[in-house]
């Protein structure tokens, strides 16, 4: 079965930097795109930055300008960059997949990785 394992979450002040990385394994024929949300508590689950494998980029609002993720064949990378306190949330690897050409497109989420960020 196809999986997502997640790394790089931790505890850093304001204005420190993380890097996220997520790597997906499994029966995969063709990663059509990969990225991250977040979620905090109290709030809904948000696009932080996705990449498709054309190399097409989208960034959530809050983070524009300050993260920047990069995907190969089948990982995912996030530079977070002058964290503020208000980045800290769960944040969740996200994949949509073949598992052959043809077939119809799946997705998965991975379990979850902390950032903390304090003042």
């Known amino acids: 079965q196809v999986q997502l394992v997640e790394s790089g979450g931790g505890f850093v002040q304001a204005g420190g930097s993380l890097r996220l990385s997520c790597v997906a394994s499994?029966?995969?024929?063709?990663?059509?795109?990969m990225g991250w949300y977040r979620q905090a508590p109290g709030k809904e689950r948000e696009l932080v930055a996705s990449?498709?494998?054309?190399?097409t980029t989208n960034y959530g609002d809050s983070v524009f300008g300050r993260f920047t993720i990069s995907k190969a064949r089948n990982t995912v990378s996030l530079q977070m960059n002058n964290l503020k306190p208000e980045d800290t949330a769960v944040y969740f690897c996200?994949?949509?997949?073949?598992?052959?050409?043809?077939?119809?497109?799946?997705?998965?989420w991975g379990q979850g990785t902390q950032v903390t960020v304090s003042s």
């Open positions: 996200h994949t949509k997949y073949q598992e052959a050409r043809g077939w119809p497109e799946v997705d998965i």
């Open positions: 499994g029966a995969i024929a063709s990663i059509n795109a």
């Open positions: 990449q498709r494998v054309d190399g």
